[in-house]
């Protein structure tokens, strides 16, 4: 079992590529306010060249090989699937509904970054990492371990839902318009397994307390 699924990592990174095959590197370059993450014309070209010789060139859609990277004050809008092997967010990027991102092997929010997920998805074969800094926001379904040390503002009308093992510390937060409609309890992040916590313990909606809970499965707010 741990035979074939380290094959299909491997196989997922790429590995039983023809000679000459290689990762390149890309970072976003528009500086239109919510280009589209799809969009060739939004990505710099890869050229990889060594002593006035070019010995390769890439350039078009974000492909499964790509290293991306959305630098800090960029603003980007996904609105179907795109794939990456890895994705760093510095800028802002917003999953619309029934968009997916995927990043094979990591998708990390730097400080700075923010990933806004509205009833959509992402997946990877590794982990999303919310650095401290960082704001990940939203809600939907992450298909991979989550590590959060930043900031995240979940919904009390819908969870977070995470495929894999959750490790928190950083902040916790709900969305501003968020009301409590008279609920004592709010589900606002499942995941496979919970590990860790937020560092604050309870946090306000609508003026009112509510307590930072968490089982082997959910984070949930309690009033107080």
Do not use: C
């Amino acid at each position: 079992m741990r035979v074939k699924k380290l094959n299909s990592l491997l196989t997922a990174e790429r590995v039983d590529e023809p000679a000459g095959f290689a990762n390149t590197y890309h970072d976003w370059k528009t500086k239109n306010k919510d280009g589209l993450l799809h969009a060739a014309v939004n990505w710099t070209e890869y050229i990889y060249e060594n002593d006035g010789i070019i010995y390769m060139k890439e350039s078009g859609v974000p492909m499964l090989h790509w290293t991306a990277k959305i630098k800090k004050g960029d603003s980007v809008i996904a609105r179907k699937k795109t794939e990456f092997l890895s994705l760093e967010l510095g800028g802002s990027l917003t999953l619309k509904p029934g968009s997916e991102v995927v990043a094979r092997n990591e998708l990390r929010i730097s400080s700075g970054g923010q990933l806004k997920i509205e009833e959509a998805s992402v997946e990877s074969a590794r982990w999303v990492h919310n650095e401290a800094g960082g704001t990940l926001q939203g809600y939907g379904t992450i298909h991979s371990s989550l590590y959060n040390e930043g900031t995240m503002i979940l919904s009390t009308d819908t969870p977070l839902v995470v495929h894999g093992p959750v490790h928190l510390s950083g902040k916790l937060e709900v969305m501003q318009t968020q009301e409590t409609k008279g609920k004592s309890r709010f589900s606002v992040l499942k995941g496979k397994a919970i590990a860790g916590g937020f560092d604050n313990r309870e946090l306000l909606i609508g003026g009112k307390p509510y307590g930072i809970k968490y089982s082997e499965s959910e984070v949930y707010l309690v009033a107080k």
